[in-house]
């Protein structure tokens, strides 16, 4: 029986890792359930899977979960802040942490669940993206196993060789490239024009995919895709000009692994978390995610395309500071939460999400990011600067 921590397990992937626990009891336990201030919903995952520990960020939001989960008889202890998220990561109570938090919160306990050396099924993609080189290094020297949920990653980790998976090196290894697959999110057949006028319920309604409002705003202006080459850097090993990123509307293929012999590995299912998420878990078996077995005549036919930087200005953001290095591509995060943020609550266009980015990278000077205080004080330079640029 394998325990499990969830870190963020009320947003999107949180409850598609709870529903693929719940169809095998007798091979997972929950250790521990963490969320922001959702005290309805992890009360209602703490009835059902009566986790040791709650962790709510917030502390009023905990005092009001305390009450209910005392009020009910349940033996659930309800912790709050960021130290106890940090606490539940690297328990030795529990042997695998599915890091599922949005954003920059992600980092810390992420980070601690590899210095643990747990089985870490990666869905966060911000501790790969603000401290790539310091996370891997973490991995590696604690032992920890580093899981890729993240569909895109999950598809290419499945194209490759199982004994190889946990090397994280792939130059030089037969592979010429990866590539990425893209649906191009809801705005992939606007005209430039057309895109100042989009709002943020245009924006978050994507067209393959139920998922959080941050990454869905990301996947239409394909940051998110951008968020991806910087992590596949990291997790495989692989230089920019071997990861490629390739429009594919329906997004059945996940990704492709492309061999220097010619033959080009490509993962397919119908778009649902359920899939990575169990296949992750399971690594290296294999167990039922509760996935529609995936009907090819139905599909009919698969599309790709170019995806066009012009198009998509945040993906060419993203490949430019992953090729300046060091805290670059840190503070290209911090400044597309701000400018996503404040999309959201419309006080920006969409178009001037990519604007705010690219002064921000101009404006805050990149560091090595050899330490974890470099990268949380370039990120927080670059929230100031984004903040800034916004009035
Ligand atoms: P979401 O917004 O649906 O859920 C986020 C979770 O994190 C919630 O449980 C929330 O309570 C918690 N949370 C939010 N802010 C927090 C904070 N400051 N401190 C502690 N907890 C906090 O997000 P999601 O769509 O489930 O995405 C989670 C992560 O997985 C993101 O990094 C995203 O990029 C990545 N991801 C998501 C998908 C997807 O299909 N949703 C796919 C690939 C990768
Ligand atoms: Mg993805």
Same mark, same amino acid.
């Given at each position: ?9 009320? $947003? ?16 997972? +336990? ?19 899977? !009566? ?6 960020l ?15 008889g *349940? ?12 606490? @539940? ?25 590899? +210095? ?12 790969l993206?603000m401290?790539g $080189? ?7 020297? %604690? ?41 191009? $999110? ?44 910087? !992590?596949?850097?990291? *997790? ?20 492709m692994?492309?061999? @220097?012999? $010619? ?6 299912? %119908? ?8 296949n ?25 395309? @170019? ?25 290209? %995060? ?26 921000a990278? !101009?404006?805050?000077?990149?560091? +090595? ?5 470099? @990268? ?16």
């Amino acid at each position: 029986m394998q325990a499990v921590t969830l870190l963020g397990s009320t $947003g999107s992937i949180g409850v598609s890792t709870l529903n693929v626990l719940a169809q095998h009891p007798e091979k997972y +336990r929950v250790y521990a359930l963490t969320a922001n201030r959702s005290v309805d919903s992890l009360f209602e995952q703490c009835q059902q899977f !009566e986790p040791e520990i709650a962790v709510m960020l917030d502390e009023s939001s905990a005092l009001q979960l305390e009450k209910k989960i005392k009020a009910k008889g *349940l033996n659930t202890q309800v912790l709050f802040g960021a130290e106890a998220l940090v606490q @539940v990561a690297e328990s030795q109570h529990t042997d695998y942490v599915m890091a599922a938090i949005v954003g920059a919160a992600g980092l810390l306990p992420t980070l601690a669940a590899a +210095r643990a050396g747990k089985h870490i099924l990666l869905a966060n993609k911000e501790a790969l993206v603000m401290s790539g $080189g310091l996370f891997m290094r973490e991995v590696e020297e %604690n032992g920890a196993t580093l899981l890729p949920v993240d569909s895109e990653h999950n598809a290419i980790w499945q194209c490759l060789p199982v004994a190889d998976q946990q090397q994280h090196h792939f130059q030089g290894k037969g592979v010429r490239r990866i590539i990425l697959t893209a649906s191009g $999110g809801p705005f992939r057949d606007y005209d430039l024009a057309d895109l100042e006028h989009v709002t943020p319920e245009q924006a978050v309604a994507h067209p393959n995919w139920s998922m959080g409002q941050k990454i869905s705003v990301d996947s239409a202006t394909m940051m998110n895709k951008g968020l991806e080459v910087i !992590e596949a850097h990291w *997790l495989f090993g692989l230089p920019t000009e071997q990861i490629d990123v390739l429009l594919h509307r329906q997004s059945i293929i996940h990704s492709m692994v492309d061999y @220097v012999d $010619g033959s080009v590995l490509a993962q397919m299912g %119908n778009p649902d978390m359920r899939t990575p998420i169990a296949n992750a878990l399971a690594w290296p078996n294999r167990i039922d995610s509760g996935v529609a077995p995936l009907d090819l005549v139905a599909v009919g036919r698969l599309d790709f395309s @170019v995806a066009d930087h012009q198009h998509f200005p945040c993906l060419a953001l993203a490949y430019q500071a992953l090729e300046a290095g060091g805290t670059s591509t840190a503070i290209l %995060n911090a400044a597309n939460e701000i400018a996503v943020e404040a999309f959201l609550k419309s006080q920006i266009k969409f178009t001037q999400i990519p604007q705010i980015i690219e002064q921000a990278l !101009e404006k805050v000077p990149a560091s +090595r990011g050899d330490t974890l205080e470099e @990268v949380l004080a370039d990120d927080l330079h670059a929230r100031k600067v984004a903040e800034e640029l916004l009035k």
